[in-house]
């Protein structure tokens, strides 16, 4: 398995699981092998010749990092003959009030969700195999916490200035959970396309932190909340992502009262 964007949140736990899942793993870093280089992802992937490739990397301001160098993996991917799992996100949607499967069409409202939703399609014409896992908001509960706990943290510790919307509801899902999904699919080549795998209930940012904030023994009501409409933020309000095909499959993530128990 050849992992792309090993050192990031969830290509951390995945590099985890797959030593549990018996997999080896190669993690080439961005130095060595520069998504945004045709030739030399075409090189590295093909030299190697992996059973599977999963496309973890990204930057989230960069269009060319997610959409190029989403089409190199998968053509260099299709060209080894590796099946290829590729990370999305709930954000290629615009937000309303009722969830999203996998059938609905993409309309995203920001860059980030743009550019992922245009490397979805890049990556099926170069690798018409591959399956493209939607998820939601990550976070950790071991010694990785994630971004979505640390920004709690550091507004309870005074760091920060941030703020938590009241109005702005997401599918949170455990980092580990995301990570054995992966697993759990990379020997199942009869799943593609996509596949949305994501926690079970939608939680308001305000709710996950104050949920959060509980967690690590403080007061929940100190956690500073506001609406998307106060702060006149632009963003998706309310995405909800539908994860049962993926429960049809076994595949399943925790829900918040499961993975933050004591």
Same mark, same amino acid.
């Given at each position: 398995?050849?992992?792309?964007?090993?050192?990031?949140?969830?290509?951390?736990?995945?590099?985890?699981?797959?030593?549990?899942?018996? +997999?080896?793993?190669?993690?080439?870093?961005?130095?060595?092998?520069?998504?945004?280089?045709?030739?030399? =992802?075409?090189?590295?992937?093909?030299?190697?010749?992996?059973?599977?490739?999963?496309?973890?990397? &990204?930057?989230?301001?960069?269009?060319?990092?997610?959409?190029?160098?989403?089409?190199? =993996?998968?053509?260099?991917?299709?060209?080894?003959?590796?099946?290829?799992?590729?990370?999305?996100?709930?954000?290629?949607?615009?937000?309303?009030?009722?969830? &999203?499967?996998?059938?609905?069409?993409?309309?995203?409202?920001?860059?980030?969700?743009? +550019?992922?939703?245009?490397?979805?399609?890049?990556? +099926?014409?170069?690798?018409?195999?591959?399956?493209?896992?939607?998820?939601?908001?990550? &976070?950790?509960?071991?010694?990785?916490?994630?971004?979505?706990?640390?920004?709690?943290?550091?507004?309870?510790?005074?760091?920060?200035?941030?703020?938590?919307?009241?109005?702005?509801?997401?599918?949170?899902?455990?980092?580990?959970?995301? @990570?054995?999904?992966?697993?759990?699919?990379?020997?199942?080549?009869?799943?593609?396309? =996509?596949?949305?795998?994501?926690?079970?209930?939608?939680?308001?940012?305000?709710?996950?932190?104050?949920?959060?904030?509980?967690?690590?023994?403080?007061?929940?009501?100190?956690?500073?909340?506001?609406?998307?409409?106060?702060?006149?933020?632009?963003?998706?309000?309310?995405?909800?992502?539908?994860?049962?095909? @993926?429960?049809?499959?076994?595949?399943?993530?925790?829900?918040?009262?499961?993975?933050?128990?004591?």
């Amino acid at each position: 398995m050849l992992v792309t964007g090993a050192s990031g949140f969830l290509g951390r736990h995945l590099m985890a699981a797959s030593e549990a899942g018996r +997999w080896e793993t190669l993690a080439p870093s961005s130095g060595s092998m520069d998504i945004r280089s045709r030739a030399r =992802v075409l090189d590295e992937i093909t030299t190697w010749k992996p059973q599977v490739v999963v496309h973890l990397a &990204y930057r989230r301001d960069d269009r060319q990092i997610i959409v190029d160098g989403t089409r190199n =993996v998968a053509e260099a991917a299709a060209a080894a003959g590796a099946r290829l799992i590729h990370l999305s996100t709930d954000v290629v949607f615009a937000g309303r009030e009722r969830p &999203y499967t996998e059938a609905d069409a993409t309309d995203a409202r920001i860059d980030y969700g743009r +550019w992922k939703a245009e490397a979805e399609v890049v990556l +099926w014409q170069a690798h018409p195999g591959a399956l493209a896992i939607r998820t939601s908001l990550l &976070y950790g509960t071991e010694t990785q916490l994630g971004h979505a706990i640390t920004d709690v943290t550091e507004s309870l510790a005074g760091h920060s200035s941030t703020t938590f919307f009241t109005d702005e509801y997401r599918c949170p899902a455990h980092v580990a959970d995301v @990570a054995a999904a992966i697993i759990a699919l990379a020997d199942r080549p009869d799943v593609h396309g =996509v596949l949305h795998v994501a926690g079970p209930q939608a939680v308001s940012r305000a709710e996950l932190a104050q949920a959060f904030a509980a967690w690590m023994g403080h007061d929940p009501a100190r956690v500073p909340t506001t609406s998307l409409r106060e702060s006149g933020v632009q963003r998706p309000a309310r995405v909800v992502l539908d994860s049962s095909l @993926a429960a049809g499959l076994g595949v399943r993530c925790r829900s918040l009262a499961e993975t933050l128990a004591r």
